[in-house]
């Protein structure tokens, strides 16, 4: 399994089109990408404009396929000016699972 966490920031006042342009990523997902196995979004409680993505692959291919895809190449278009700063992102093969 191959996993992507991605920590995002959305400019102050621009939350709720984030978490929209995010939850339309994840019914692509649902629908188009097979080889991903979870995408998990999490808003942070504390401040608002922090999301966090936790995503599963089948392998680090599938994890290229869904990065270049439409559900994020469309994200980033119709939410990257509202970013505040580049995402933090980390890739990896996952190492404990339960």
Do not use: W
């Not at 991605?6 to 339309?24: D, F, Q, S």
């Not at 649902?30 to 966090?52: G, I, L, N």
């Amino acid at each position: 399994m191959f996993t992507l966490t991605a920590i995002l920031r959305a400019k102050p006042g621009h939350e709720e089109a984030v978490k929209a342009a995010l939850e339309k990523v994840g019914e692509f997902v649902r629908a188009h990408e097979p080889d991903t196995v979870s995408f998990f979004v999490t808003q942070s409680a504390d401040d608002p404009c922090t999301f966090v993505t936790y995503e599963r692959f089948a392998d680090g291919a599938a994890m290229e396929r869904h990065n270049n895809g439409a559900g994020s190449q469309g994200f980033f278009a119709e939410a990257g000016a509202l970013l505040d700063g580049p995402a933090t992102v980390v890739t990896g093969p996952e190492v404990v699972a339960r």
